[in-house]
């Protein structure tokens, strides 16, 4: 167990719909990070927060929004979802270290389906 | 170009020798880290080793060493007396840029290994 939290585990949703996921990271990490993990696009960086601040951003579409709450949860909203939107989404968490080690414990995931 | 390369889809060993999986990277920048994954059937990603860009020693982490060659720009795992348990995919990652903000995966690695 990695410390890290994610909800809901599993997700089914039509096309058009809007989602939020849930992710809790480890107690002391300050970094948050998603990924979406698909078939054909292996593991893509999304976005990360750090202390409730936008730190990076990846290959995140304008559909997509994430926000770092002052308890350090976050949230990932995807909405007018597509068919190709289905895929694994993980949240990590780290401390945030600017340099040097600073490994990403990840989420168990969300598997999101969009029929 | 990719900024990661597993070049190995799948590979196959058997049950307590030792195996090598491949990733090369591509940076220009002197300061980066180089992580590997492992995601077993269950879905959740596990980190395994790091490797810094100024380390000068080759990181081990128990069976898990990795053979860095700054110069080649590689970055291989070697898993030494393979178990059942270490049948999974494997990804290599990197994180590079100002504080250290880019984040890349490799498309992995599938390794089986054989009773």
């Known amino acids: 167990d990695s410390g890290v939290t994610q909800t809901p585990k599993h997700l089914i949703t039509a096309t058009g719909q809007r989602v939020t996921l849930r992710c809790s990271p480890r107690?002391?990490?300050?970094?948050v990070y998603w990924y979406q993990q698909s078939l054909d696009q292996g593991l893509q960086f999304l976005i990360q927060?750090?202390?409730?601040?936008?730190?990076a951003k990846g290959n995140i579409l304008e559909r997509f929004s994430a926000q770092q709450f002052p308890d350090l949860h976050s949230e990932l909203n995807l909405s007018s979802l597509e068919l190709g939107d289905s895929a694994l989404y993980f949240c990590?968490?780290?401390?945030?270290?600017?340099?040097?080690?600073?490994?990403?414990?990840f989420g168990p995931g969300t598997r999101l389906t969009v029929l | 170009a990719q900024k990661i390369t597993q070049t190995q889809p799948g590979m196959f060993v058997q049950e307590k020798e030792a195996v090598t999986l491949d990733c090369t990277y591509d940076t220009s920048d002197q300061s980066y880290g180089l992580f590997w994954y492992k995601q077993p059937s269950s879905g959740e990603m596990i980190f395994l080793i790091y490797?810094?860009?100024?380390?000068?020693q080759n990181a081990t982490e128990g069976r898990y060493s990795l053979n860095f060659q700054k110069a080649r720009k590689s970055a291989n795992l070697v898993i030494s007396a393979s178990q059942l348990g270490d049948s999974a995919m494997y990804f290599c990652a990197m994180r590079e840029g100002l504080d250290f903000n880019k984040f890349y995966f490799g498309s992995g690695t599938k390794l089986n290994v054989k009773p």
């Open positions: 490797q810094g860009s100024y380390d000068e």
């Open positions: 107690s002391g990490d300050l970094s």
């Open positions: 927060y750090y202390n409730g601040e936008e730190r």
């Open positions: 990590a968490s780290s401390e945030g270290k600017t340099s040097g080690r600073d490994e990403q414990f």
